[in-house]
C-alpha cells in the first residue's frame, strides 16, 4: 500500500478483510515505525457496498463509510485523524477470485481530532493522495 501524505511518499504494510459481511476493511500500518519507543501509524478506510456474503462486487467506484488515522504509543492512541463525510474515495480496480487478490485506488483527506493533543511532526490535515494498494483479501 502507498500514496503520497501531504506530498511525501507514504508507504504501509496492508490489511484487507470482510468486517460484518457487507464491509470491505482496507487498512495500512507503518511497520518500520512501530518499535517500543517510537509511535505507530495506521491509516484504515471501511467501504460499503463492495461485499455482500460471500459475493464480491464489480471493479468501480465504492462509498467509504469512516476513514481514520491512528498515531499508537503501544496499544494506546495519543492522536488521531477522521475524514468528513465525502473526504475519502475508494476504487477496487481488480479482483482475482482464485487467488483472493484485491487491487484498488485510494485518496482521504483527514483532520485531525481535537479530543487529542496535536500529534508533534504531523500537521492538522493529512491529505492521502495517488493511494494505490493490492492485497490477499482474508476470508
Known sequence: MSARLNGQPWEAEPDV???A???LFVGGS????????SPCFRLRLIIDGYIDGDEVGEPGTYPVRNASY???????VSGAFDAEEGG?????TSYDAATRTLKGE?????YRD?????????PDTLRFT???FEALLAP
Do not use: K, M, N
Open 21 to 23: 459481511d457487507t464491509a
Open 17 to 19: 478483510f470482510v468486517l
Open 30 to 37: 507503518v511497520i518500520h515505525s512501530c518499535r517500543v519507543a
Open 114 to 122: 481535537d479530543s487529542f493533543p496535536p500529534v508533534r511532526g504531523l
Open 70 to 76: 491512528a498515531v499508537l504509543h503501544g496499544d494506546v
Open 106 to 110: 485510494f485518496e482521504s483527506t483527514l
Open 88 to 92: 475519502s474515495s475508494f476504487q477496487v
Open 130 to 132: 495517488g493511494g494505490v
